[in-house]
Antibody
Framework: EVQLVQSGAEVKKPGESLRISCKGFGDSFSNYWIGWVRQMPGKGLEWMGLIYFRDSETKYSPSFQGQVTISADKSISTAYVQWGSLRASDTAMYYC????????????WGQGTLVTVSS | QSALTQPRSVSGSPGQSVTISCTGT?????????VSWYQQHPGKAPKLMIY???KRPSGVPDRFSGSKSGNTASLTISGLQADDEAGYYCCSYAPTYSFPYVFGTGTEVTVL
């Protein structure tokens, strides 16, 4: 069974940088796409972007292009999303999700990482 | 590239059926048989319930079914149970968009 485990909750100040992670267990992730999804408090799911573990091809949702950087280290089956300068509006739950290359659905999901940005 | 349209909420009594719609365009829902549905209980991560419009992953009860007509996909929950009370999101593959996937706006299901 494939499992995605995310890093723990973060509390940051506006202007600080942050990188959160998503580590895969149980399968060869070289053939997986890993996506990042934002859920702001009380709101719906939003795509941030996708990365393909095999060659690190990355796709960004227009709303997040230039706002975050998605990367991966396939040697440790871990994907990342990072912010260079956080804003209060980045306060949200962030989920990573996996999809086998060629599939168009996402399973498994990570447990989520809560990011709180407050002065 | 707008979010797919779902009703904000639907409700039903235990044992009844409810249907959640997910309306897009011919560039997403209507153009491909690649709609998936996710269930999210409060405070939990979403869970895949339906993929490729109507297929159920192993372990998902057959009370959950999916269909599509034109630009609208639907998720039907039959024999409604208390544990079905959750948020539900559709997601469509949309390869012609700048980003190839789009979520629905989400629907809260309430079991009366």
């Amino acid at each position: 069974e494939v499992q995605l485990v995310q890093s723990g909750a973060e509390v940051k100040k506006p202007g600080e940088s942050l990188r959160i992670s998503c580590k895969g267990f149980g399968d060869s992730f070289s053939n997986y796409w890993i996506g990042w999804v934002r859920q702001m408090p009380g709101k719906g799911l939003e795509w941030m972007g996708l990365i393909y573990f095999r060659d690190s091809e990355t796709k960004y949702s227009p709303s997040f292009q230039g706002q975050v950087t998605i990367s991966a280290d396939k040697s440790i089956s871990t994907a990342y999303v990072q912010w260079g300068s956080l804003r209060a509006s980045d306060t949200a739950m962030y989920y990573c999700v996996g999809a086998v290359h060629g599939n168009t659905w996402f399973d498994p999901w990570g447990q989520g990482t809560l990011v709180t940005v407050s002065s | 590239q707008s979010a797919l349209t779902q009703p904000r909420s639907v409700s039903g009594s235990p044992g009844q059926s409810v249907t959640i719609s997910c309306t897009g365009t011919s560039s997403d829902v209507g153009g491909y048989n690649y709609v998936s549905w996710y269930q999210q209980h409060p405070g939990k991560a979403p869970k895949l319930m339906i993929y490729d419009v109507s297929k159920r992953p192993s372990g998902v009860p057959d009370r959950f079914s999916g269909s599509k007509s034109g630009n609208t996909a639907s998720l039907t929950i039959s024999g409604l149970q208390a544990d079905d009370e959750a948020g539900y999101y559709c997601c469509s593959y949309a390869p012609t968009y700048s980003f190839p996937y789009v979520f629905g706006t989400g629907t809260e299901v309430t079991v009366l």
